[in-house]
């Protein structure tokens, strides 16, 4: 009863994806069957644990070939987790959670996500957002939230404090041949120094355009210079 159960709700999902735009009635290639996790009903609570948070249309990406075209996206960034499903209007106790793959990565608007398995024990890993990507280098953005816990006040002159999602990004230098990931953090001299060569040449650039590569724009700018020089 449950085997038959279990593949009702597979055919109805695959017939709400199909009906909403999915190239293929195979969801399996790239969905789990795990339903997404709905956030708990807080009243107040600042932030959120989403990169949006609502749906956004989108589309699915498998070696490189559309496999699921206008769907609705959401990254979950405190999960980790690009959540599917079949259009905006879809019930989202229909949506479930797209497989960690780095053969799968999606694209939502401007934003694109590609998935990274570690390449050595401790190394990062998990979902990033692809600010650049180049012939030698890619710039990758790691989006974090972590979780505070609200608390009650002390007293009748203190005010409560909210549960709050904080956010928190990491920049990545990526070798498009190896995958290792190398963290842009700290001091601008720390950043030019992560650069595996040509750290005279940048340091010069940064000083004739006058960038400020403590911003995320002109980081991006100076990763692809840095993927100009021989």
């Excluded at 009863?1 to 709400?16: D, E, Q, R």
Aim: with cysteine; net charge positive; proline share 3%.
């Amino acid at each position: 009863m449950k085997i038959i159960c279990t593949a009702i709700s597979f055919l109805f999902i695959s017939l709400t994806f199909a009906q909403n735009g999915v190239d293929t009635p195979e969801t399996d290639d790239y969905l789990t069957g795990k339903a997404i996790t709905l956030p708990k009903k807080v009243l107040e609570i600042a932030g959120s644990p989403y990169a949006e948070r609502e749906f956004q249309l989108g589309n699915v990406y498998k070696n490189g070939k559309l496999v699921a075209n206008n769907v609705a996206l959401r990254y979950n960034v405190s999960r980790d987790e690009i959540e599917v499903k079949g259009g905006i209007n879809t019930s989202n106790s229909q949506a479930r959670v797209l497989k960690r793959s780095p053969e799968i990565y999606v694209r939502v608007l401007n934003d694109v996500y590609v998935y990274v398995k570690p390449t050595t024990e401790g190394a990062p890993s998990g979902y990033f957002n692809v600010m650049l990507e180049g012939e030698k280098f890619h710039l990758y953005k790691k989006m974090k939230k972590e979780f505070i816990e609200g608390k009650k006040a002390i007293n009748s002159v203190a005010r409560d404090v909210k549960p709050t999602y904080q956010d928190r990004e990491d920049l990545y230098l990526v070798n498009a041949n190896t995958n290792v990931l190398t963290e842009l953090s700290g001091s601008r001299n720390r950043k030019l120094k992560a650069f595996p060569s040509h750290n005279k040449e940048l340091k010069k650039y940064t000083k004739q355009e006058n960038i400020n590569i403590n911003k995320d724009y002109s980081l991006k700018e100076l990763v692809a210079y840095y993927n100009t020089l021989k």
